[in-house]
């Protein structure tokens, strides 16, 4: 894996606004967007009583070291309102650091590469379009061929909608 990804997600208010208010706060943070996915409509992961989320991918570039991107990506959740009251619940923004080049970390309060990835059509879907055939650090295996073999069923559709 050569670069770093961010997951963004929203289901509630304004999505496709809260998405790209979140990519504002981020390269204010001077973290600079190299390349994005598409947009995807996704049924809800965990939780199912709630609305759809959108989600996409991000490429970024920064000089912050994991634990430090991290923080920005907590800060800017923040600064948007995002309340944390129910893993996988609804939420105004969510942002998850997916790989930070070939690091591999493990500890209380993060883990790269996310520990979904494989299991998650919606963070496969997006990755697959920018990343496609970047290799998994752990499982050594690309985006495309780790969203051929996942069996996660829920829908996740491509919007007509741009960042």
């Known amino acids: 894996m050569n670069g770093i990804y961010l997951l963004l997600g929203s289901n509630l208010g304004d999505r496709?606004?809260?998405l790209r208010i979140a990519i504002r706060l981020l390269q204010r943070e001077?973290?600079?967007?190299?390349?994005?996915?598409?947009?995807?409509?996704?049924?809800?992961?965990?939780?199912?009583?709630?609305?759809?989320?959108?989600?996409?991918?991000?490429?970024?570039?920064?000089?912050?070291?994991?634990?430090?991107?991290?923080?920005?990506?907590?800060?800017?959740?923040?600064?948007?309102?995002?309340?944390?009251?129910?893993k996988w619940g609804a939420r105004l923004i969510d942002i998850d650091i997916l790989y930070y080049k070939d690091s591999v970390v493990e500890s209380d309060n993060l883990t790269i590469p996310h520990p979904g990835i494989k299991d998650r059509r919606f963070t496969l879907m997006p990755l697959s379009e920018i990343a496609g055939e970047e290799t998994h650090p752990v499982f050594g295996k690309s985006q495309v061929i780790l969203l051929s073999k996942c069996t996660d069923e829920l829908d996740c559709r491509l919007t007509d909608f741009h960042l």
């Open 16 to 18: 496709l606004d809260n």
């Open 30 to 86: 001077k973290i600079k967007i190299l390349n994005e996915s598409s947009i995807y409509e996704t049924e809800p992961w965990g939780t199912r009583d709630q609305p759809w989320f959108y989600n996409a991918v991000l490429q970024i570039e920064t000089s912050f070291k994991e634990n430090e991107l991290l923080a920005v990506c907590l800060k800017v959740e923040e600064e948007m309102g995002r309340k944390r009251s129910e």
